[in-house]
C-alpha cells in the first residue's frame, strides 16, 4: 500500500516521515520547487525537533510537485493544505477544493482510493467534498491531528486520540497507520465527518477557555493582593480531577496558529447556527483584554522602571512562529509606550520589531517570565 499526502508543510512532512518509518512507501507533494527538491536530497531547514533525523533515514519516501501523480500513484491520499482564516472566522477551503478538482481532473483509475482530509475545515465541508467525489468511488474521510508546532513528531507519536470522521474501504488500513506510528496504543474516535470537524474546533475552543479561566483567576488573585499566592489556588482547582491541572496557569493568553484560529472558526459556526450566546467569541475578547491587564501588571510590577527583557516573543519556545504571539504582542506595546525591550532568542529577529535589542542584556532589566 502507498500513501500519498498532498501538503508538506510543517505538519505534512513530520506526518509523511513517521508512515514512511513504520514501513510504507509515502510519496508527498508541495508546491514548492526548491523545497521539494531539498527534501529528495534529504536536506530539510526546519526548527522541529527531530525531523531532519528521520528525513535522512528514510528509504521509501520521495517528494513532488505534481498532485496528479500522489493521486494516480496512492491508495489512500491525505491532504494538509493551508487553510487560512477569513474575516468572519471561518476557514477557506479553495485549497482543498483544488485537491478535489484535482482528483476529478485524473487519468487513473479512482474507485477504492481514500481521500484523508486532515486540514482543519468547517463543520459540514467533508460532506460536501464526499458528494463531488462519490461519484468516481473515491471515499472521503476526516483526520485531524492535535498538534503543537515545536513538538509535532512528539505530539503525533503520544497522541491522546485519534479522531476520525466518515467511513470507507481504507479506515481499518487508516487505524493501523496510527497503531504503527504511534509509542502508545492510540484511542481511536470515529463517527461522521462534520461531528469529526466539529470536535476538532470545540477541542480547541474548550482549550482557549481554560486558558483564559485561569488569567482570570490570577487576574482577581493579583487585585486582590494574594499575587503570590496564584500558582497556589490554580494549583488547587487544577488538583480536583474534575478539573484537571493541563492548561491552567496564569501568564500569557493563548496564541499561535492553531488556538485562535479555531476558537473564531468554532464562534462563527455558532453564530451561523443562530447562538448568540457564544463562548467562543467571548473567550476572545478576553484573550485581547487580559494582554492589556498583563500590560499594566509588569509596569506596575517594575518598580525601577528597568528596560524589559523577554526569553522569547514567538508564541511558543523553540518556534519560529510569532503569529499570534501574546508574548509579541506585550513586547510591541512596551515599545510603543518608549520602553526598551530585549528579547534573548533572536531565532525569530527577521519577522519583528526593528526597536527589539537582540541578545542577553548587558543591564539590569525587568525580566517578563509567565
Request: hydrophobic share 40%; net charge negative.
Amino acid at each position: 500500500m502507498k500513501i500519498g499526502l498532498i501538503g508538506a508543510g510543517r505538519l505534512g512532512i513530520c506526518l509523511a516521515l513517521l508512515i514512511e518509518r513504520a514501513g510504507y512507501d509515502v510519496l508527498v507533494s508541495d508546491i514548492r520547487d526548491d523545497y521539494v527538491s531539498d527534501l529528495n536530497e534529504k536536506k530539510i531547514n526546519t526548527n522541529e525537533p527531530d525531523v531532519e533525523w528521520y528525513l535522512r533515514q528514510t528509504k521509501k519516501f520521495e517528494a513532488t510537485t505534481d498532485n496528479q501523480r500522489v493521486i494516480n500513484e496512492c491508495d489512500i491520499i491525505i491532504c494538509l493544505v493551508a487553510t487560512p482564516s477569513l474575516d468572519d472566522g471561518s476557514y477557506d477551503i479553495s485549497s482543498v477544493w483544488q485537491v478535489v478538482e484535482d482528483f476529478k481532473k485524473s487519468s487513473a483509475k479512482l474507485s477504492g482510493k481514500t481521500l484523508v482530509v486532515g486540514c482543519t475545515t468547517n463543520p459540514g465541508d467533508c460532506e460536501q467534498f464526499a458528494e463531488q467525489l462519490d461519484y468516481f468511488g473515491v471515499d472521503v474521510l476526516y483526520n485531524p491531528e492535535f498538534i503543537a508546532q515545536g513538538s509535532i513528531i512528539k505530539d503525533l507519536q503520544t497522541a491522546d486520540m485519534v479522531l476520525i470522521g466518515g467511513n470507507g474501504k481504507h479506515l481499518d488500513d487508516i487505524k493501523k497507520i496510527y497503531h504503527a506510528i504511534q509509542v502508545n496504543v492510540p484511542t481511536i474516535h470515529t463517527m461522521s465527518t462534520t461531528a469529526a470537524e466539529l470536535v476538532k474546533l470545540a477541542v480547541n475552543c474548550f482549550l482557549t477557555t481554560k486558558i483564559s479561566y485561569a488569567n482570570m483567576v490570577g487576574e482577581v488573585m493579583a487585585l486582590s493582593g494574594r499575587e503570590c499566592e496564584i500558582d497556589k489556588v490554580l494549583g488547587a482547582i487544577g488538583a480536583d480531577s474534575r478539573v484537571g491541572p493541563k492548561y491552567l496557569k496564569f501568564g500569557y493568553g493563548y496564541g499561535g496558529p492553531c488556538l485562535p484560529r479555531d476558537n473564531r472558526s468554532f464562534a462563527a459556526y455558532a453564530k451561523k447556527l443562530g447562538l448568540e450566546y457564544n463562548l467562543g467569541s467571548t473567550t476572545d475578547k478576553f484573550n485581547t483584554e487580559h494582554n492589556k491587564f498583563l500590560v499594566d501588571w509588569v509596569i506596575r510590577n517594575n518598580e525601577k522602571n528597568l528596560p524589559f527583557a523577554f526569553p522569547y516573543v514567538s508564541y511558543k519556545e523553540g518556534t519560529d512562529i510569532v503569529e499570534e504571539s501574546q508574548q509579541y504582542r506585550l513586547c510591541l506595546v512596551l515599545l510603543d509606550l518608549g520602553y526598551k525591550v530585549y528579547v534573548a532568542d533572536d531565532l525569530v529577529k527577521d519577522k519583528c520589531d526593528d526597536r527589539i535589542i537582540w541578545g542577553v542584556p548587558d543591564e539590569e532589566v525587568f525580566w517578563i517570565e509567565l
